[in-house]
């Protein structure tokens, strides 16, 4: 079995070892402080995943603001995943947070359109 560079911390791990740090069904994971992601699938030969996401953008473009939410986001699977896990960049947070997150904002878009329907 080949070992794999990981050019974040310049060396080479298992396959292994690998599979400690790429997606996992369940868990969720701040790839910044706007960008979310949940793993709700991956794929048992080829790791490839599949990701809900959710991005909480302020101020864009000097004052647009924007919630989205993807419930079938796929990915495709990348050393870089693991790369910036292993950097730090990418953290694994509490999934009943991000949970939290997206029920909030399910709530907050039904709210804005019965607000909507009943102008």
């Keep these: 079995m080949e070992n794999i560079y990981i050019r974040s911390i310049d060396k080479k791990i298992s396959l292994e070892e690998f599979k400690n740090y790429i997606y996992k069904v369940g868990h969720a994971y701040r790839i910044n402080d ?3 992601q949940k793993c709700t699938y991956v794929h048992p030969t080829t790791f ?21 939410y993807n419930p079938k986001d796929h990915p495709l699977p990348s050393l870089d995943f693991v790369n910036k896990v292993l950097a730090g960049d990418i953290v694994e947070i509490d ?4 949970d939290q ?6 709530e907050m878009s039904h709210t804005l359109e019965n607000i909507a329907k009943s102008l």
């Design 95 to 98: 999934v009943e947070k991000y």
């Design 34 to 36: 706007r960008y979310f």
């Design 48 to 68: 490839a995943p599949a990701v809900e996401s959710m991005a909480i953008l302020t101020n864009i473009n000097g004052g647009t603001y924007q919630l989205n």
């Design 101 to 106: 997150m997206v029920n909030t904002f399910k």
